[in-house]
């Protein structure tokens, strides 16, 4: 099963920063946070990655509480072309991946 | 560089027949995992090879089946197809086993 607890869907305008939050209570001290989003029917993409530092890339940050048991990953500048699922997932480096359901971010025009 | 490429991107096939899917990695990548993506259940880790090896399998009967060729490039078989076996399978590539998977476009299978 998923170690993570994600919002069903989440709306955002356009023009704003989108904020997805994610749970993962039971993240242990080996585990990292990723995060994929998966444009329809597309193969998922990946976005970010973080152990207990904050990251930011070109596409979006990822802040990780102190406690490392919950996550927000943000998306500054929303476009419609940022409509997708996003995965949250915890893993340790050499295991497999266990996609939950995701959040479905609307961008609203 | 290029990214993960997969063939064929959709295919048709009936029951009790057997399927070949095929990935190749970004290159410089050695290993590679294959996911079924199905409306009910969602996104399912298969299994992973690395230098040729299975590393990893998830809770999937044995029909189905991967192999890795020295170049790095797998294939993914279902044998005796099922109704249920109608899926988007995804293939991800990775310089290593452990190390950030990059995905490909899939395979749409539609078993009649």
């Known amino acids: 099963d998923a170690k993570t607890t994600q919002p069903t869907s989440m709306d955002c305008a356009e023009g704003r920063a989108a904020n997805l939050p994610c749970n993962h209570s039971t993240i242990s001290g080996n585990e990292y946070v990723y995060w994929y989003r998966q444009i329809h029917s597309q193969g998922p993409q990946y976005i970010i990655h973080?152990?207990?530092n904050n990251e930011t890339n070109e596409m979006a940050s990822l802040i990780i509480t102190e406690d490392r048991k919950s996550s927000t990953l943000i998306l500054p500048h929303a476009t419609l072309r940022d409509t997708a699922v996003y995965y949250c997932i915890v893993r340790v480096v050499w295991d497999k991946i266990i996609f939950g359901k995701g959040t479905r971010l609307h961008i609203l025009p | 560089k290029a990214g993960v490429t997969q063939t064929p991107r959709y295919l048709i096939k009936t029951r009790g027949q057997q399927v070949t899917l095929s990935c190749s990695p970004i290159?410089?990548?050695?290993?590679v995992s294959w996911y079924q993506q199905t409306p009910g259940q969602g996104l399912q880790f298969l299994f992973e090879y690395f230098s040729e090896t299975q590393r990893n399998k998830g809770n999937f009967p044995g029909r189905f089946s991967g192999r890795q060729f020295s170049n790095s490039r797998s294939e993914m078989n279902v044998s005796t197809l099922e109704l249920g076996d109608s899926a988007l399978y995804l293939c991800?590539?990775?310089?290593?086993?452990?190390?950030?998977?990059?995905f490909g476009p899939g395979t749409r299978l539609l078993v009649l």
């Open positions: 973080g152990l207990k």
């Open positions: 290159s410089g990548h050695r290993s």
């Open positions: 991800a590539s990775s310089f290593s086993s452990g190390e950030t998977q990059y």
